[in-house]
Antibody
Framework: QVQLVESGGGVVQPGGSLRLSCAAS????????MHWVRQAPGKGLEWVAF????????YYADSVKGRFTISRDNSKNTLYLQLNSLRVEDTAVFYC????????????????WGQGTLVTVSS | DIQMTQSPSSLSASVGDRVTITCRASQSISIYLNWYQQKPGKAPKLLIYAASSLQSGVPSRFSGSGSGTDFTLTISSLQPEDFATYYC?????????FGPGTKVDIK
């Protein structure tokens, strides 16, 4: 069964950095794109970033462009999100999610999600 | 960027009720619309993709319809486990924006 396990969250000061990881299992990781989605406390879902199965294409939300970097290591079945220049408003639970391919008629849907890792930006 | 809106923002309903939630995109997104369910403290769960395709394992009381800019999620007979927040998301173009959510609670 598909399993996604995030790690790396914690408390960091404004301007600081963190690297989140998402360990994937139960599917051929190297064949699927992956997303990061975040949720601030008590708020809705915000899509953050996407990376194609081979790492060659990356998309970002405007709110994180230039500060966050998505990457993957297909040999380790692991997805990453490097968070730099963190702001108080980046405080959120960060979820990784497996993307659908286009065979089912819908690319870029999030069909499996991890349990999330909490990032708190505070002085 | 494509903006997504949902209505209502919240609703109260009883077990057995038929519930309809509406999602609207700021421009045409064809059928590239997804619906997710999220319960408190849990990760979201994909219910519907491509506007009307039921994700594997999701009960048939959930259905989706629409194309272009207007979409609906219908729960034909609300069950106790369906009390949750529902989000739409467009997967037509980057950034893949979510709607603000609709909270369904018990009347």
């Amino acid at each position: 069964q598909v399993q996604l396990v995030e790690s790396g969250g914690g408390v960091v000061q404004p301007g600081g950095s963190l690297r989140l990881s998402c360990a994937a299992s139960g599917f051929t990781f190297s064949s699927y794109g992956m997303h990061w989605v975040r949720q601030a406390p008590g708020k809705g879902l915000e899509w953050v970033a996407f990376i194609r199965y081979d790492g060659d294409t990356k998309y970002y939300a405007d709110s994180v462009k230039g500060r966050f970097t998505i990457s993957r290591d297909n040999s380790k079945n692991t997805l990453y999100l490097q968070l730099n220049s963190l702001r108080v408003e980046d405080t959120a639970v960060f979820y990784c999610a497996k993307s659908t391919d286009c065979s089912g008629g819908s690319c870029y849907s999030c069909d499996y999600w991890g349990q999330g890792t909490l990032v708190t930006v505070s002085s | 960027d494509i903006q997504m809106t949902q209505s209502p923002s919240s609703l109260s309903a009883s077990v057995g009720d038929r519930v309809t939630i509406t999602c609207r995109a700021s421009q045409s997104i064809s059928i590239y619309l997804n619906w997710y369910q999220q319960k408190p403290g849990k990760a979201p769960k994909l219910l519907i993709y491509a506007a009307s395709s039921l994700q594997s394992g999701v009960p048939s009381r959930f259905s989706g319809s629409g194309s272009g800019t207007d979409f609906t999620l219908t729960i034909s007979s609300l069950q106790p486990e369906d009390f949750a927040t529902y989000y739409c998301q467009q997967s037509y173009s980057n950034p893949f924006t979510f709607g603000p959510g609709t909270k369904v609670d018990i009347k």
